[in-house]
């Protein structure tokens, strides 16, 4: 059993514990966009460092974490349940799991769509053998009546082309190898929810999501089990906080 440490403030709650287990916490229909980026199970299918020329080898043994594969037909119902009718749910995914969320969730949502992040500085292929890892793959689910907010064409596309997270905003310590760029999570944000909406983030790792949504007027509410990733995410989070109330 992990032990849990909750951390309550006006305009968010961070919680160091097993997010299955802290799920059944949340009350009924209190959310109204789950916007989370599960582990990938990258080690699964790729293991060892490979090296970059002129970066830092890329390391595809994530840890332990990255180990726990994810079922898709454990969460459904529960997020569900935490879904307002006119809620949203976005979930990060990797080719080799979207089918899993595909086969949990589509029969459960009047809609099943996938929107893409195409990363326009992905690692580089030292063997030309095969396409540049370039995009990830972010499952949508919703009901009739949901909550999207449009402005222009261009924002109906489903797909967001940004960098991968680079420094400053990526951390050094602790370094998490999935950080996705505030900027990405932002225009999910805006589009799927409104100001003073609840965001749950079940997968919260260093709290990009926290920060974005904090940023523009939301409520937040995210789990991270891996107590290093939380400490980074509160302070981040607790940071963007201050600086949102001082606007």
């Known amino acids: 059993m992990v032990k849990v440490e909750k951390i309550k403030a006006k305009r968010y709650t961070l919680v160091n514990g097993d997010c299955l287990d802290y799920l059944s916490k949340i009350p009924d229909h209190s959310i109204d966009l789950i916007l989370t980026d599960p582990p990938y199970n990258i080690a699964k299918y790729s293991t060892g460092n490979i090296d970059l020329p002129g970066r830092s080898a890329l390391n595809n043994d994530l840890g332990e974490w990255d180990l726990n594969e994810i079922d898709p037909f454990a969460f459904v119902q529960k997020f569900k349940r935490i879904l307002k009718p006119d809620g949203n749910i976005f979930v990060f995914t990797s080719y080799n799991l979207i089918g899993k969320w595909h086969a949990a969730f589509d029969s459960e949502f009047d809609t099943f769509q996938f929107f893409v992040w195409h990363k326009t500085n992905p690692a580089p292929k030292i063997f030309k053998n095969g396409f540049l890892n370039s995009c990830e793959m972010i499952a949508c689910m919703w009901n009739k009546g949901h909550k999207w907010n449009f402005t222009t064409q261009d924002e109906m596309h489903n797909f967001f082309q940004s960098p991968i997270c680079m420094r400053p905003e990526r ?71 201050r600086k949102a109330i001082k606007r």
């Open 171 to 241: 951390l050094s310590n602790p370094k998490h190898p999935a950080q996705k760029p505030v900027a990405l999570l932002e225009h999910i944000i805006k589009i799927a929810s409104n100001e003073g909406d609840v965001v749950f983030d079940p997968f919260m790792g260093v709290g990009s999501a926290g920060v974005a949504a904090l940023k523009n007027g939301r409520k937040y509410i995210g789990i991270e089990i891996e107590k290093l990733y939380f400490e980074a995410a509160v302070k981040r989070i607790d940071s963007m906080d």
